[in-house]
């Protein structure tokens, strides 16, 4: 099955220059997670998810209306095309940790965005049949579990506070291996 057939293609997205306030605003009107970030032509030069906007409100001390889509986006887009196959959107997924792709087309323009979600409800609707069977619950599960691993990260913020400025951050240490404890 092709990623065209099941992707959402009515996408919401924002501009670099626009505020977090105004991404935020989008999707609470749109009940989704993401904003693709497109420049002029409607090319995917980002990609904002709820959480970068929580993220960048906490890291940058400052309120949504003051911090640009581009201080918090990802520019690392790893985005499919409308004919790719199912299993290559997945394999993406999996791969680097994302929920959602931007679907874009040969020029590079933004066409749609295809989203975990999507394929666990077009699993559901049992439309896969006998002769596509490119989606089974095992698959679907390890999609979940590759991409719900935690991400690392470079550091820790140390300071916080609007009197302060900037933050400073220190060197977080690795986590350390083994079993973990429930408090």
């Known amino acids: 099955m092709k990623v065209a057939k099941i992707m959402t293609r009515d996408v919401k997205t924002c501009a670099p220059q626009d505020s977090l306030n105004v991404a935020a605003k989008i999707m609470w009107d749109n009940d989704c997670g993401c904003v693709p970030v497109v420049n002029g032509n409607e090319r995917v030069v980002g990609v904002l998810t709820d959480r970068d906007i929580c993220m960048a409100a906490y890291t940058q001390g400052e309120p949504l209306h003051r911090l640009r889509a581009e201080s918090a986006m ?29 679907v874009c087309n040969s020029d590079g323009r933004i066409t749609g965005i295809m989203s975990l979600s999507d394929i666990a409800r077009e699993a559901d609707r049992g439309r896969f049949g006998a002769e596509t069977k490119q989606i089974r619950s095992a698959e679907l599960a390890e ?41």
């Not at 520019?75 to 394999?91: F, Y």
């Not at 220190?170 to 973990?180: D, I, L, N, Q, V």
Request: charged share 30%; hydrophobic share 25%.
């Open 74 to 102: 990802s520019q690392t887009v790893v985005s499919c095309g409308p004919e790719d196959d199912l299993a290559t959107a997945e394999k993406l997924m999996r791969d680097n940790k994302v929920h959602r792709l931007p």
């Open 143 to 183: 999609v979940l579990g590759a991409i719900s691993q935690p991400h690392s990260h470079v550091g820790t913020p140390v300071e916080f506070g609007p009197e302060e400025g900037e933050l400073e951050y220190r060197a977080t240490p690795p986590p350390k291996k083994g079993r973990r404890r429930r408090k």
